[in-house]
């Protein structure tokens, strides 16, 4: 993914390090994939991502890597080069773009052939990251996360009345507070939509379902590789 000055990619590299482990990068720019795509310059497109996902088998051929942090589309296309199980992954931070109950239920079964551990990520630098709830067979491979509050509060609110929340199992947009010593913004409106759903286990708070970007039912959009 990107790096950079990126928190996420300081934050990946602290856990590595954190673990008594090596961290490798292979940065990309989501937003030249963007432009191209929107420029419908698909050919272009898939020789950058070839080029990124090239960087990642190369690592994972002469180095020892077991755990993966990447999107869904790049986890793919990276299988498609190599067995990332059989390369040596145990686990995979996968996050990014949306991901459908089908995308989640086809990298598990079919890319990580139930052999790895999946753990969906959602965040951002205002909010950090949401932990997700594990899959049961009960959730329909549908993924809900819950803010790491209190430092951060989602809310799933009217589009047009954002000073109401939807019911749980309604879809809405996804409202972020932050609160730390340093900074403090409330009631920002995130450019994605979600189902509002219920507290679970140990999250005493509300989650946010299957995310995806806002209005994407609507209107055509563009999320490129990252």
Known sequence: GPTGPRRLRLTIEHLAHYR??????????????????????IEMANRYKDHVVEQGVTILKHRKVSCLFTTPKLLEALDE????????????F?????MTPQMVRFLIEEVLENRAQFVPTYGNTLMGLACSKPL??????????????PRAVL?????????ETVGYGEWGRVELTTLTREFFMPRFLERDEAIRREPWGRFAWDGVGEVRPYGAMQKATI????
Not at 138 to 148: C, G, L, Q, R, V
Not at 223 to 226: F, I, K, N, Q, S
């Open 20 to 41: 008594g482990g090596i961290c490798y990068h292979v940065d990309l720019d989501p937003r030249w994939v963007k432009r191209l795509l929107a420029e419908r310059n």
């Open 136 to 149: 049961t067979p009960e959730d329909n491979y549908s993924i809900t996360y819950y803010a790491p509050e």
């Open 81 to 92: 080069k190599i067995n990332v199980v059989e390369a040596g992954i145990t686990g995979v």
């Open 94 to 98: 996968c996050g990014g773009t949306q």
């Open 155 to 163: 809310r799933v609110v009217h589009p047009e009345r954002t000073d």
């Open 223 to 226: 999320e490129g590789v990252y």
